[in-house]
């Protein structure tokens, strides 16, 4: 890889992982410093309302009982996995690619900061259809849904643009 394009991905990963991480610090601060004062459910829509909640656990609230008693010990997990989708961020060879783990690094940090600031992750996006409400999140979590889906799309989209090309014939075979 040359310096230039390093230089880039660097960019690029800085990029998107602090612009991630400042809209859900953001939007958490204003969740819990002004618009929840006092804690209550707002209906923003038919199906989404801001209700103020503290996730101790991983994702969906699991193994609260083991992580609320040592948040320290899932940030400090949480922040090698963060390394290690850094690292893969700048080494891989697609640009999209980088991006979206720069969107899941930010969000992952933006998760991590919050567990060591305040001993949970600030949810506060209360989606749901009739009585059946999914696990509240937050922005940071739009961010590593986002990130991962746009890998997941980088993935697969030149398997398809590759496999409508046309194909050239093989020099190797004799035409009939």
């Known amino acids: 890889m040359s310096y230039s394009n390093l230089t880039k991905k660097i960019f690029l990963t800085v990029t998107a992982a602090t612009t991630a991480f400042a809209i859900d610090f953001v939007t958490k601060w204003l969740?819990?410093?002004?618009?929840?004062?006092?804690?209550?459910?707002?209906?923003?829509?038919?199906?989404?309302?801001?209700?103020?909640?503290?996730?101790?656990?991983?994702?969906?609230?699991?193994?609260?009982?083991?992580?609320?008693?040592?948040?320290?010990?899932?940030?400090?997990?949480?922040?090698?996995?963060?390394?290690?989708?850094?690292?893969?961020a700048v080494r891989t060879t697609k640009f999209t690619e980088t991006f979206a783990l720069g969107l899941v690094a930010g969000g992952a940090i933006g998760n991590i900061v919050d567990r060591v600031?305040?001993?949970?992750?600030?949810?506060?996006?209360?989606?749901?259809?009739?009585a059946w409400h999914w696990p509240t999140f937050n922005l940071a979590d739009v961010m590593i849904i986002s990130g991962v889906g746009l890998l997941l799309l980088s993935s697969i989209l030149p398997f398809r643009l590759a496999s409508s090309a046309p194909q050239e014939p093989d020099s190797k075979c004799p035409e009939a």
């Open 117 to 130: 600031l305040h001993g949970a992750v600030t949810d506060f996006l209360d989606i749901y259809v009739g």
């Open 31 to 88: 969740i819990v410093n002004t618009v929840m004062k006092p804690p209550r459910v707002i209906e923003i829509a038919p199906f989404l309302n801001f209700r103020l909640g503290y996730n101790t656990g991983v994702s969906f609230g699991m193994f609260q009982d083991i992580f609320s008693a040592y948040p320290l010990v899932l940030a400090g997990l949480s922040m090698a996995i963060v390394i290690g989708i850094l690292v893969w």
